[in-house]
C-alpha cells in the first residue's frame, strides 16, 4: 500500500488596494484569486482596479479577460494605457 500524498495548503496574504500582481501565479490558480480579490476590493469601496498579468504569451491575459467577462461585479475592463503597464496589465471598473 502506498503512503496518502498530502497536498499543502497554501495562504496568501494579498493587499487589498485596487492593484492585483499575478506574476507569481499560475492560470489555474486565477479561478477563484480573481473574483475572491474583486469582492475584497468592492467591499472595501474599491472601484478602480489595476490586474498586472504581464506581457509573455498573453496566457494570463487571456484567462484574466474570460474570468472579469463572467463576473456581475464588473462594470468594463481594458488594457492600461502605458503609464499603468500598457499590454502588461489590464485597468478594472467595478459596478457602484
Do not use: N
Not at 48 to 72: A, F, M
Amino acid at each position: 500500500m502506498s503512503p496518502e500524498r498530502r497536498v499543502p495548503e497554501w495562504s496568501i496574504e494579498l493587499p487589498i488596494d485596487g492593484t492585483l500582481d499575478l506574476h507569481t501565479f499560475q492560470p489555474r490558480d486565477l479561478g477563484s484569486l480573481i473574483p475572491e480579490y474583486v469582492s475584497a476590493c468592492q467591499e472595501r469601496g474599491i472601484y478602480d482596479l489595476c490586474i498586472i498579468h504581464g506581457k509573455g504569451h498573453g496566457v494570463l491575459q487571456r484567462s484574466v479577460h474570460l474570468l472579469l467577462e463572467r463576473l456581475d461585479e464588473v462594470e468594463a475592463y481594458q488594457q492600461a494605457d502605458e503609464l499603468r503597464g500598457g499590454l502588461g496589465a489590464t485597468l478594472v471598473r467595478l459596478k457602484t
